[in-house]
C-alpha cells in the first residue's frame, strides 16, 4: 500500500512540472497577443498545477497507517482531495466567465502571430501525452485522485482545442467577439468537469453502493451452506470494498465451520470482483418459515 502511494506521488510531481510550464506559455502568448480566450486557457492550465499540489498533500495523508482514532485508514483523504479539485475548476468557470462579460464591454481585436498558434498545438499535443499517462496509471492503481486530475487535464486539452480554432479564424479575419465567445464555452467545459468530479467523489463519501446486490448474491448462493441471503449493504472505493450482509446456514454448524466459510467467502469474492473485499457476515438458523418471514420484508 505504502508503495502504491509513493507511485501516486511520483506521478503527480511529474505532471505538476509539465502543468506549470503549460499555462506559463499559455498565459504570456496570451497577453503578447492579448487573446482573452487564450489568457483563459493558461489560467486553467495553472488550476491542473495547483490540483496537483492539492493531489499531493491528500496522498499525504492517506498514506497514513491505520490507528485507533481510524481503524478503516485514512484513505477517503485521497477522495477529499479529489472534492478540492472539483471546487478549483468551479471558481476557475466563475472567474472566466467574469472576464467573459467585461471582454464583451470592451473588446480587443488580438493579434496573432503563427508562432503562437503551433506553441498552442504543441502544449495540446503535451496534455493530451499527460491525460492518458495519468488516467491509466490511474485505473492501474486504483486512485481517485489521479483518475480526477485526468479528467481536470482532459476538459483542458477541449479547451485549448476551442482557442486554437478561434486564432485560427481570428487570423483570418472573424469578428473579435468569437473570442469572448469561445471563454464562455471555456467556462461550460470547466464546471462540466468540475461536475463529473464531484459526483464521482460524494458517492464515495456518501457511501453510495459500489457493487450490485445482485451479483454479491449470486456468488454467495454458491455456496452449498447457503440457503439464502439478505440484507446486502456495500460501501468504499473501486481498490477497497466493505461487505456486510446476513446469511441462512445450517443451525447445526458449528463455530470453527462457520469461520472458514465466511474467509472462504471473503477470498471468492475478491477474486471475482477483482476487489480488495473486506467482508461481515451475520449468521442466521435456516428454516423454511424464517425463511418466508425474512423474504417478506
Known amino acids: ?4 502511494y509513493k507511485q501516486i506521488s511520483k506521478i503527480l510531481w511529474i505532471i505538476f512540472f509539465a502543468n506549470i510550464s503549460i499555462a506559463t506559455l499559455k ?22 498545477g495547483f490540483s496537483n499540489i492539492i493531489g499531493l498533500i491528500g496522498i499525504r495523508f492517506a498514506s497514513k497507517p491505520i490507528d485507533k482514532e481510524h481503524p478503516y485508514g485514512h484513505k477517503k483523504f485521497e477522495t477529499i482531495a479529489s472534492l478540492f479539485i472539483a471546487g478549483m475548476l468551479l471558481l476557475l468557470s466563475i472567474k472566466v466567465v467574469m472576464d467573459t462579460f467585461y471582454r ?6 488580438p493579434q496573432v502571430p503563427t508562432i503562437y498558434i503551433f506553441a498552442l498545438m504543441i502544449t495540446i499535443g503535451i496534455n493530451i501525452l499527460i491525460s492518458q499517462y495519468e488516467y491509466k496509471k490511474g485505473i492501474e492503481l486504483k486512485s481517485d485522485i489521479l483518475k480526477s486530475d485526468a479528467i481536470h487535464t482532459k476538459s483542458d ?26 471563454s464562455f464555452g471555456i467556462a461550460l467545459i470547466i464546471l462540466h468537469a468540475a ?11 456518501v457511501d453510495k453502493r459500489v457493487i450490485e446486490e445482485e451479483t454479491i448474491k449470486k456468488i454467495i448462493l454458491q455456496f452449498p451452506q447457503v440457503n439464502n441471503v439478505h440484507k446486502i449493504r456495500n460501501r468504499g472505493k473501486a481498490d477497497d470494498v466493505f461487505i456486510d450482509m446476513h446469511i441462512l446456514t445450517n443451525p447445526n454448524m458449528s463455530i470453527e465451520e462457520s469461520h472458514d466459510m465466511v474467509h472462504k467467502m ?24 424464517r425463511e418466508k418471514s425474512i423474504m417478506k420484508k
Open 27 to 48: 498565459i504570456i502568448f496570451g497577453a503578447l497577443t492579448k487573446t482573452t480566450s487564450l489568457i483563459a486557457d493558461g489560467y486553467h492550465s495553472f488550476t491542473d
Open 104 to 109: 464583451f464591454l470592451n473588446p480587443v481585436t
Open 157 to 182: 486539452i477541449f479547451v485549448s482545442i476551442g482557442v486554437l480554432f478561434t486564432l485560427i479564424f481570428m487570423k483570418f479575419g472573424f469578428s473579435s467577439i468569437l473570442d469572448p465567445l469561445v
Open 195 to 205: 461536475y463529473k468530479i464531484f459526483s464521482e467523489t460524494c458517492g464515495i463519501l
Open 1 to 4: 500500500m505504502e508503495n502504491k
Open 266 to 289: 471473503e477470498k471468492v469474492l475478491n477474486k471475482k470482483l477483482g476487489k480488495n473485499v473486506q467482508l461481515v457476515v451475520h449468521l442466521e438458523p435456516y428454516n423454511k418459515y
